[in-house]
C-alpha cells in the first residue's frame, strides 16, 4: 500500500478488483501541505472510523466489557539534548503495567531515517503504531521528492495527524532529535515545542536534575554520553516504572550511533 501510489498500482484495474468499494474505504484520509519550496505534498493519516464501518463491524449480541483488576498506569524515562558534537537521546528499555514489569527490553528509541530518531513515552501500542506512521510517510517524502524531510517539516506533520486524536484515549508522546540540530517535542494532542533539551516521562524530573546542573553547549562527546546515561540511571533509582538497561542514540552529520549499557555499570558512581 506505501508504494502503490509511486508505482500506478492505486488506479489499476487490479486494484480497484481486490479493493471493493465497502464501508470500510472511510477509515483513512489524506493530509495535504506545503514545504517550504510551496510544493504541495500529499500524506496519508488515520481518522476514526465512520459510523457505517462501526455498523459493518457490530455483532449481533453485544460485546461484554471487561474491567481490568487494576488500572495500567504506564511510566518512562526519555531524555534529549543538544550539545556542540551533535544531539544525544536516551532512554530506559522498562515497560511497565500498573506494578508490574510488562517486558524489561523495549527500545523506545526508534530510528525514522539516517539522521533522526524518535524517543517515545505514554501507551506502549499508541507510540509503536504512530512510529511506523510516521517512519513510512517519510520514506515516501524520500521517494517522491529525492531528500529528506526537514525536521521541522517531520515534527509539523506529526503535530498535524495526531491532532484529531486530542481528547481520545491515544496516549503518545515523541521526541524528535535530528542532526538539524534541533529537538521538537509532540504529544498526542497535537502541541509541538522546540527547545534544547527535553525529558519526558515519570522518570523526568529526577533526569532534569542531573542535566540542569551538568549539561553545557562545550562537552565532549564522551562527558555528554556519560552525562545522558547517569542521567537515565538515577531516573531510575528514584522511579519504580523506569530501569533495566540505557539506550543511547548520538547523533552527528554522519548519521547516528547506538550504544545499549546495563544501569548496574554506574553502581560504583
Same mark, same amino acid.
Given at each position: 500500500?506505501?508504494?502503490?501510489?509511486?508505482?500506478?498500482?492505486?488506479?489499476?484495474?487490479?486494484?480497484?478488483?481486490?479493493?471493493?468499494?465497502?464501508?470500510?474505504?472511510?477509515?483513512?484520509?489524506?493530509?495535504?501541505?506545503?514545504?517550504?519550496?510551496?510544493?504541495? *505534498?500529499?500524506?496519508?493519516?488515520?481518522?476514526?472510523?465512520?459510523?457505517?464501518?462501526?455498523?459493518?463491524?457490530?455483532?449481533?449480541?453485544?460485546? /461484554?466489557?471487561?474491567?481490568?483488576?487494576?488500572?495500567?498506569?504506564?511510566?518512562?524515562?526519555?531524555?534529549?539534548?543538544?550539545?556542540?558534537?551533535?544531539?544525544?537521546?536516551?532512554?530506559?528499555?522498562?515497560?511497565?503495567?500498573?506494578?508490574?514489569?510488562?517486558?524489561?527490553?523495549?527500545?523506545?528509541?526508534?530510528?525514522?531515517?539516517?539522521? /533522526?530518531?524518535?524517543?517515545?513515552?505514554?501507551? @506502549?501500542?499508541?507510540?509503536?503504531?504512530?512510529?511506523?506512521? *510516521?517512519?513510512?510517510?517519510?520514506?515516501?517524502?524520500?521517494?517522491?521528492?529525492?531528500?529528506?524531510?526537514?525536521i521541522c517539516g517531520t515534527a509539523k506533520l506529526l503535530?498535524?495527524?495526531?491532532?484529531?486524536?486530542?481528547?481520545?484515549?491515544?496516549?503518545?508522546?515523541?521526541?524528535?532529535? @535530528?542532526?538539524?540540530?534541533?529537538?521538537?517535542?509532540?504529544?498526542?494532542?497535537?502541541?509541538? *515545542?522546540?527547545?534544547?533539551?527535553?525529558?519526558?516521562?515519570? @522518570?523526568?524530573?529526577?533526569?532534569? @536534575?542531573?542535566?540542569?546542573?551538568? /549539561?553545557?553547549?562545550?562537552?565532549?562527546?564522551?562527558?555528554?554520553?556519560?552525562?545522558?546515561?547517569?542521567?537515565?540511571?538515577?531516573?531510575?533509582?528514584?522511579?519504580?516504572?523506569?530501569?533495566?538497561?540505557?539506550?543511547?542514540?548520538?547523533?552527528?552529520?554522519?548519521?547516528?550511533?547506538?550504544?545499549?549499557?546495563?544501569?548496574?555499570?554506574?553502581?560504583?558512581?
Amino acid at each position: 500500500m506505501a508504494l502503490e501510489d509511486i508505482c500506478g498500482f492505486k488506479n489499476s484495474p487490479l486494484h480497484r478488483k481486490l479493493s471493493p468499494a465497502s464501508c470500510f474505504e472511510d477509515t483513512a484520509t489524506f493530509l495535504h501541505m506545503n514545504d517550504n519550496s510551496g510544493t504541495l *505534498l500529499n500524506f496519508f493519516m488515520p481518522s476514526f472510523l465512520s459510523s457505517a464501518a462501526f455498523t459493518c463491524r457490530s455483532l449481533a449480541k453485544p460485546s /461484554l466489557t471487561v474491567r481490568r483488576p487494576f488500572n495500567l498506569s504506564h511510566g518512562t524515562t526519555t531524555l534529549g539534548f543538544i550539545f556542540q558534537g551533535g544531539v544525544i537521546a536516551a532512554a530506559d528499555t522498562r515497560a511497565s503495567a500498573g506494578g508490574l514489569v510488562a517486558c524489561p527490553f523495549v527500545h523506545k528509541i526508534s530510528p525514522i531515517h539516517s539522521h /533522526l530518531v524518535v524517543t517515545s513515552s505514554g501507551s @506502549g501500542a499508541d507510540c509503536m503504531l504512530w512510529e511506523r506512521i *510516521l517512519r513510512r510517510e517519510i520514506r515516501l517524502y524520500q521517494l517522491r521528492h529525492s531528500r529528506c524531510l526537514s525536521i521541522c517539516g517531520t515534527a509539523k506533520l506529526l503535530s498535524f495527524m495526531l491532532h484529531p486524536f486530542k481528547g481520545t484515549d491515544v496516549c503518545v508522546a515523541l521526541t524528535l532529535c @535530528g542532526w538539524d540540530k534541533e529537538l521538537i517535542y509532540v504529544c498526542s494532542d497535537g502541541a509541538r *515545542l522546540q527547545g534544547d533539551i527535553f525529558s519526558v516521562g515519570s @522518570g523526568s524530573p529526577y533526569a532534569y @536534575g542531573i542535566l540542569d546542573g551538568s /549539561l553545557r553547549w562545550s562537552l565532549s562527546n564522551e562527558e555528554a554520553i556519560s552525562l545522558a546515561r547517569e542521567a537515565v540511571f538515577r531516573a531510575t533509582h528514584r522511579d519504580a516504572y523506569s530501569g533495566n538497561h540505557v539506550d543511547l542514540f548520538h547523533i552527528t552529520a554522519q548519521g547516528w550511533t547506538n550504544t545499549l549499557s546495563a544501569v548496574g555499570m554506574f553502581d560504583t558512581v
